[in-house]
Protein backbone atom coordinates (compact mmCIF):
# COMPACT_ATOMS: atom_id res chain seq x y z
CA UNK A 1 0.00 0.00 0.00
CA UNK A 2 0.97 3.73 -0.82
CA UNK A 3 1.95 5.76 1.80
CA UNK A 4 -0.58 8.37 3.04
CA UNK A 5 0.23 11.70 2.93
CA UNK A 6 1.63 13.42 6.21
CA UNK A 7 -2.18 15.44 6.77
CA UNK A 8 -3.86 12.10 6.58
CA UNK A 9 -1.71 10.15 8.74
CA UNK A 10 -1.56 12.85 11.48
CA UNK A 11 -5.56 12.56 11.64
CA UNK A 12 -4.85 8.88 12.00
CA UNK A 13 -2.76 8.61 14.59
CA UNK A 14 -5.57 10.70 16.58
CA UNK A 15 -8.05 8.32 15.60
CA UNK A 16 -8.85 4.58 17.59
CA UNK A 17 -8.37 1.89 15.78
CA UNK A 18 -10.65 -1.27 16.47
CA UNK A 19 -10.41 -4.40 15.64
CA UNK A 20 -12.83 -6.18 13.00
CA UNK A 21 -12.86 -9.61 11.31
CA UNK A 22 -13.75 -7.46 7.95
CA UNK A 23 -11.69 -9.16 4.83
CA UNK A 24 -12.05 -5.53 2.89
CA UNK A 25 -10.56 -2.46 2.36
CA UNK A 26 -12.76 0.95 1.55
CA UNK A 27 -11.57 4.35 0.07
CA UNK A 28 -11.68 7.09 1.90
CA UNK A 29 -11.62 10.36 -0.39
CA UNK A 30 -9.39 8.47 -2.58
CA UNK A 31 -7.06 6.62 -0.26
CA UNK A 32 -7.59 2.90 0.89
CA UNK A 33 -8.30 2.84 4.49
CA UNK A 34 -8.36 -0.70 6.10
CA UNK A 35 -11.54 -1.09 7.21
CA UNK A 36 -10.24 -1.45 11.05
CA UNK A 37 -9.05 2.09 11.18
CA UNK A 38 -12.01 4.39 12.35
CA UNK A 39 -13.07 7.42 10.49
CA UNK A 40 -15.81 8.88 13.01
CA UNK A 41 -18.23 11.91 12.07
CA UNK A 42 -17.10 15.37 13.52
CA UNK A 43 -18.12 16.39 16.95
CA UNK A 44 -21.61 17.02 17.39
CA UNK A 45 -22.83 15.73 13.94
CA UNK A 46 -25.22 12.75 14.26
CA UNK A 47 -27.77 13.28 10.96
CA UNK A 48 -26.99 10.55 8.65
CA UNK A 49 -25.53 12.55 5.65
CA UNK A 50 -28.32 13.14 3.06
CA UNK A 51 -26.00 11.72 0.20
CA UNK A 52 -25.37 8.11 1.66
CA UNK A 53 -26.37 5.40 -0.34
CA UNK A 54 -25.74 2.72 2.02
CA UNK A 55 -25.75 2.02 5.79
CA UNK A 56 -24.21 -0.75 8.16
CA UNK A 57 -24.69 -1.53 11.47
CA UNK A 58 -21.22 -2.10 13.69
CA UNK A 59 -22.64 -4.56 16.56
CA UNK A 60 -19.69 -3.70 18.95
CA UNK A 61 -19.80 -0.19 18.79
CA UNK A 62 -23.67 0.18 18.15
CA UNK A 63 -22.81 2.75 15.38
CA UNK A 64 -24.40 3.22 12.13
CA UNK A 65 -21.34 3.28 9.54
CA UNK A 66 -22.51 5.29 6.19
CA UNK A 67 -21.50 4.95 3.00
CA UNK A 68 -21.71 6.77 -0.64
CA UNK A 69 -21.43 3.98 -3.00
CA UNK A 70 -17.63 2.68 -1.97
CA UNK A 71 -16.41 5.25 0.00
CA UNK A 72 -16.97 5.60 4.18
CA UNK A 73 -18.80 8.50 4.79
CA UNK A 74 -18.41 8.65 8.69
CA UNK A 75 -20.02 6.26 11.70
CA UNK A 76 -22.97 8.20 13.50
CA UNK A 77 -24.84 7.30 16.64
CA UNK A 78 -27.70 4.93 16.35
CA UNK A 79 -30.04 8.32 17.00
CA UNK A 80 -33.48 8.32 19.25
CA UNK A 81 -34.84 11.31 18.03
CA UNK A 82 -36.58 12.09 14.83
CA UNK A 83 -35.57 11.11 11.31
CA UNK A 84 -33.29 13.40 9.64
CA UNK A 85 -32.38 10.82 6.72
CA UNK A 86 -35.29 11.31 4.21
CA UNK A 87 -33.60 14.04 1.09
CA UNK A 88 -36.50 14.22 -1.17
CA UNK A 89 -37.53 17.62 -1.07
CA UNK A 90 -40.30 16.69 -3.39
CA UNK A 91 -42.58 15.14 -0.62
CA UNK A 92 -45.20 16.34 1.98
CA UNK A 93 -47.42 14.54 4.29
CA UNK A 94 -46.31 10.60 5.14
CA UNK A 95 -46.96 7.49 6.70
CA UNK A 96 -44.89 4.41 7.54
CA UNK A 97 -43.72 1.38 5.15
CA UNK A 98 -44.00 -1.88 6.43
CA UNK A 99 -41.86 -4.62 4.56
CA UNK A 100 -44.75 -6.30 3.10
CA UNK A 101 -45.47 -2.88 1.36
CA UNK A 102 -41.85 -2.93 -0.16
CA UNK A 103 -41.57 -6.29 -1.38
CA UNK A 104 -45.13 -6.73 -2.50
CA UNK A 105 -45.81 -3.15 -3.46
CA UNK A 106 -43.25 -1.09 -4.18
CA UNK A 107 -42.67 -1.21 -8.26
CA UNK A 108 -38.81 -1.02 -7.42
CA UNK A 109 -38.34 -4.32 -5.13
CA UNK A 110 -36.63 -6.49 -7.47
CA UNK A 111 -34.30 -3.74 -7.97
CA UNK A 112 -33.66 -3.53 -4.40
CA UNK A 113 -32.87 -6.84 -3.54
CA UNK A 114 -30.76 -7.31 -6.76
CA UNK A 115 -29.18 -4.80 -5.38
CA UNK A 116 -28.66 -6.00 -2.28
CA UNK A 117 -27.35 -9.23 -3.04
CA UNK A 118 -24.93 -8.20 -5.52
CA UNK A 119 -23.57 -6.35 -2.82
CA UNK A 120 -23.68 -8.06 0.35
CA UNK A 121 -24.57 -12.01 -1.37
CA UNK A 122 -28.07 -14.52 -1.50
CA UNK A 123 -27.69 -15.56 2.31
CA UNK A 124 -30.34 -15.66 4.19
CA UNK A 125 -31.45 -12.76 5.30
CA UNK A 126 -34.99 -10.68 6.87
CA UNK A 127 -36.17 -7.55 5.05
CA UNK A 128 -37.08 -4.96 7.95
CA UNK A 129 -38.53 -1.41 7.72
CA UNK A 130 -38.82 0.99 10.47
CA UNK A 131 -36.70 -0.77 12.83
CA UNK A 132 -37.21 0.55 16.33
CA UNK A 133 -33.85 0.29 16.79
CA UNK A 134 -33.02 2.56 13.96
CA UNK A 135 -35.18 5.53 14.03
CA UNK A 136 -33.49 8.04 12.16
CA UNK A 137 -33.28 5.62 9.16
CA UNK A 138 -37.47 4.80 8.35
CA UNK A 139 -39.35 3.68 4.92
CA UNK A 140 -42.22 6.19 4.23
CA UNK A 141 -44.71 6.60 1.96
CA UNK A 142 -45.08 10.30 0.76
CA UNK A 143 -47.51 12.34 -0.80
CA UNK A 144 -45.59 14.21 -4.06
CA UNK A 145 -45.86 17.79 -3.98
CA UNK A 146 -45.94 17.91 -7.60
CA UNK A 147 -48.70 20.09 -8.71
CA UNK A 148 -51.42 17.43 -10.02
CA UNK A 149 -52.59 18.35 -13.17
CA UNK A 150 -56.89 17.45 -14.20
CA UNK A 151 -57.23 16.22 -17.34
CA UNK A 152 -60.80 17.06 -18.81
CA UNK A 153 -63.39 13.98 -20.31
CA UNK A 154 -63.82 14.97 -23.96
CA UNK A 155 -63.34 17.88 -25.65
CA UNK A 156 -65.16 20.77 -23.34
CA UNK A 157 -66.54 23.99 -24.80
CA UNK A 158 -68.17 26.70 -23.52
CA UNK A 159 -71.07 25.43 -25.71
CA UNK A 160 -71.13 21.55 -24.16
CA UNK A 161 -69.80 22.45 -20.56
CA UNK A 162 -71.56 26.31 -19.28
CA UNK A 163 -74.81 27.92 -18.83
CA UNK A 164 -74.64 32.12 -19.57
CA UNK A 165 -77.33 34.03 -17.95
CA UNK A 166 -77.85 38.06 -18.66
CA UNK A 167 -78.30 40.62 -15.91
CA UNK A 168 -78.13 43.93 -15.21
CA UNK A 169 -77.34 45.42 -12.02
CA UNK A 170 -80.34 46.67 -9.24
CA UNK A 171 -81.14 50.46 -9.96
CA UNK A 172 -80.27 53.16 -12.48
CA UNK A 173 -77.97 56.21 -11.87
CA UNK A 174 -78.70 59.36 -13.53
CA UNK A 175 -75.74 61.77 -14.30
CA UNK A 176 -73.07 60.58 -11.67
CA UNK A 177 -70.10 58.09 -11.89
CA UNK A 178 -70.75 54.64 -9.89
CA UNK A 179 -68.89 51.58 -9.17
CA UNK A 180 -70.19 47.74 -9.35
CA UNK A 181 -67.97 44.50 -8.74
CA UNK A 182 -68.07 41.76 -11.14
CA UNK A 183 -66.79 38.49 -9.12
CA UNK A 184 -64.93 34.96 -10.80
CA UNK A 185 -65.26 32.03 -8.86
CA UNK A 186 -63.44 28.78 -9.57
CA UNK A 187 -62.72 25.54 -7.95
CA UNK A 188 -64.10 21.47 -7.25
CA UNK A 189 -67.51 20.28 -6.30
CA UNK A 190 -66.17 16.98 -5.80
CA UNK A 191 -63.70 14.05 -6.14
CA UNK A 192 -64.28 10.31 -6.11
CA UNK A 193 -61.30 7.83 -5.52
CA UNK A 194 -61.54 5.19 -8.44
CA UNK A 195 -58.14 3.89 -7.70
CA UNK A 196 -56.58 3.20 -4.48
CA UNK A 197 -52.50 3.67 -3.85
CA UNK A 198 -51.52 0.54 -2.66
CA UNK A 199 -49.91 1.42 0.04
CA UNK A 200 -51.11 4.02 3.05
CA UNK A 201 -54.50 2.64 2.71
CA UNK A 202 -57.24 4.96 4.42
CA UNK A 203 -54.45 7.28 4.95
CA UNK A 204 -56.33 11.60 4.08
CA UNK A 205 -53.34 13.27 2.30
CA UNK A 206 -53.67 16.59 0.57
CA UNK A 207 -51.53 18.53 -2.69
CA UNK A 208 -51.89 20.87 -5.04
CA UNK A 209 -54.15 20.65 -7.84
CA UNK A 210 -54.02 22.35 -11.42
CA UNK A 211 -57.05 22.77 -14.13
CA UNK A 212 -55.49 23.77 -17.28
CA UNK A 213 -56.67 26.32 -19.23
CA UNK A 214 -59.90 25.83 -21.82
CA UNK A 215 -60.78 28.47 -24.46
CA UNK A 216 -64.15 29.79 -23.79
CA UNK A 217 -64.64 28.15 -20.63
CA UNK A 218 -62.03 29.28 -17.61
CA UNK A 219 -58.44 30.04 -17.72
CA UNK A 220 -56.07 28.24 -15.65
CA UNK A 221 -56.26 27.97 -11.94
CA UNK A 222 -54.79 25.70 -9.00
CA UNK A 223 -56.08 24.69 -5.50
CA UNK A 224 -55.62 22.66 -2.50
CA UNK A 225 -57.36 18.90 -2.90
CA UNK A 226 -57.84 16.50 0.03
CA UNK A 227 -58.12 12.95 -1.02
CA UNK A 228 -58.73 9.68 0.77
CA UNK A 229 -56.87 6.95 -0.16
CA UNK A 230 -59.92 4.58 -0.28
CA UNK A 231 -61.37 3.12 -3.28
CA UNK A 232 -65.01 4.79 -4.40
CA UNK A 233 -64.60 7.69 -1.31
CA UNK A 234 -66.08 10.73 -2.34
CA UNK A 235 -64.88 13.70 -0.88
CA UNK A 236 -66.85 16.80 -1.38
CA UNK A 237 -64.61 20.13 -1.20
CA UNK A 238 -65.23 24.16 -2.03
CA UNK A 239 -62.52 25.80 -2.94
CA UNK A 240 -63.23 29.35 -2.81
CA UNK A 241 -60.96 31.25 -5.28
CA UNK A 242 -63.13 34.06 -6.13
CA UNK A 243 -61.06 37.58 -7.43
CA UNK A 244 -62.72 40.85 -8.24
CA UNK A 245 -62.95 43.64 -10.51
CA UNK A 246 -64.25 46.84 -10.34
CA UNK A 247 -65.82 48.71 -13.28
CA UNK A 248 -66.71 52.16 -13.05
CA UNK A 249 -69.48 53.90 -15.11
CA UNK A 250 -69.26 57.12 -16.38
CA UNK A 251 -72.68 59.06 -17.00
CA UNK A 252 -73.52 61.78 -19.00
CA UNK A 253 -75.26 64.37 -17.13
CA UNK A 254 -78.88 64.42 -17.47
CA UNK A 255 -78.66 60.69 -18.83
CA UNK A 256 -79.98 57.74 -17.01
CA UNK A 257 -78.18 54.52 -17.33
CA UNK A 258 -77.93 50.97 -15.72
CA UNK A 259 -74.78 47.83 -16.08
CA UNK A 260 -75.89 44.82 -18.36
CA UNK A 261 -73.74 41.96 -17.46
CA UNK A 262 -73.24 38.00 -18.13
CA UNK A 263 -73.03 35.11 -15.99
CA UNK A 264 -70.93 32.12 -17.34
CA UNK A 265 -71.31 29.11 -14.65
CA UNK A 266 -69.09 25.43 -16.20
CA UNK A 267 -69.16 22.22 -14.82
CA UNK A 268 -66.22 20.03 -16.26
CA UNK A 269 -65.68 16.47 -15.43
CA UNK A 270 -62.08 15.16 -15.77
CA UNK A 271 -59.54 12.77 -14.07
CA UNK A 272 -56.03 13.10 -12.12
CA UNK A 273 -53.94 11.15 -10.05
CA UNK A 274 -51.69 12.01 -6.97
CA UNK A 275 -48.25 10.16 -6.70
CA UNK A 276 -46.98 8.29 -3.46
CA UNK A 277 -43.37 8.33 -3.70
CA UNK A 278 -41.55 5.83 -1.40
CA UNK A 279 -38.67 7.32 0.33
CA UNK A 280 -35.64 6.13 2.95
CA UNK A 281 -34.25 2.99 3.99
CA UNK A 282 -34.83 -0.94 3.55
CA UNK A 283 -32.75 -3.10 5.97
CA UNK A 284 -31.62 -6.46 4.88
CA UNK A 285 -30.36 -8.40 8.26
CA UNK A 286 -28.69 -11.19 7.50
CA UNK A 287 -28.27 -14.69 9.41
CA UNK A 288 -24.81 -14.56 8.82
CA UNK A 289 -22.28 -11.97 8.84
CA UNK A 290 -21.07 -10.41 5.43
CA UNK A 291 -18.60 -7.98 4.41
CA UNK A 292 -17.93 -7.64 8.08
CA UNK A 293 -21.43 -6.89 9.25
CA UNK A 294 -25.05 -8.63 9.50
CA UNK A 295 -27.32 -5.90 9.22
CA UNK A 296 -27.17 -3.64 6.12
CA UNK A 297 -29.40 -0.92 4.35
CA UNK A 298 -30.26 0.68 1.02
CA UNK A 299 -31.40 4.03 0.14
CA UNK A 300 -34.99 3.81 -1.85
CA UNK A 301 -34.22 7.20 -3.03
CA UNK A 302 -30.36 6.06 -4.15
CA UNK A 303 -31.47 2.83 -5.21
CA UNK A 304 -34.67 3.49 -7.57
CA UNK A 305 -33.38 6.98 -9.36
CA UNK A 306 -36.66 6.42 -11.41
CA UNK A 307 -39.57 7.93 -9.62
CA UNK A 308 -42.12 5.56 -11.02
CA UNK A 309 -40.66 2.66 -9.69
CA UNK A 310 -40.73 3.92 -5.75
CA UNK A 311 -44.62 5.36 -7.06
CA UNK A 312 -47.96 4.36 -6.26
CA UNK A 313 -50.89 6.19 -7.28
CA UNK A 314 -54.28 7.54 -5.91
CA UNK A 315 -56.27 7.69 -9.10
CA UNK A 316 -59.74 10.55 -8.48
CA UNK A 317 -62.74 11.56 -10.63
CA UNK A 318 -63.08 14.95 -10.21
CA UNK A 319 -66.06 17.76 -11.07
CA UNK A 320 -64.76 21.05 -11.12
CA UNK A 321 -67.03 24.26 -11.73
CA UNK A 322 -66.09 27.93 -12.86
CA UNK A 323 -68.27 30.89 -12.14
CA UNK A 324 -67.60 34.45 -13.97
CA UNK A 325 -68.80 37.66 -14.24
CA UNK A 326 -68.23 40.10 -17.45
CA UNK A 327 -69.82 42.98 -18.35
Not at 175 to 201: C, D, M, P, R, V
Not at 283 to 296: L, V
Not at 313 to 326: A, L, N, V
Amino acid sequence: MAPFVSSLATFLLAAPLLASAAPHDIVRKGVLLPENVVVRTPYGATALPRDATHLALDEQTREIVAFRRDELLGRFPVASGISSSRRDAATGSCSDMSSDDVVQKLPGWNTLKSTAETKWGKGSYNVVTNDKDFPDSPAQICVSTDIVTIVPDGNPSASGSCNTQSSASDGKQFGANGTIALAHQEGTESTTTSTESSISTGASVSTTVGFPDIADVTAAFTFTGTFTNSLSTATSSTNDQTTTATVTQSNSAGKMCHLEFTTQTCTITGTGKVRMLGTGWVWFEYNDQTQGHYKWALSIDSTLTNQDDRSTFIEFKSTTGTTSTSN
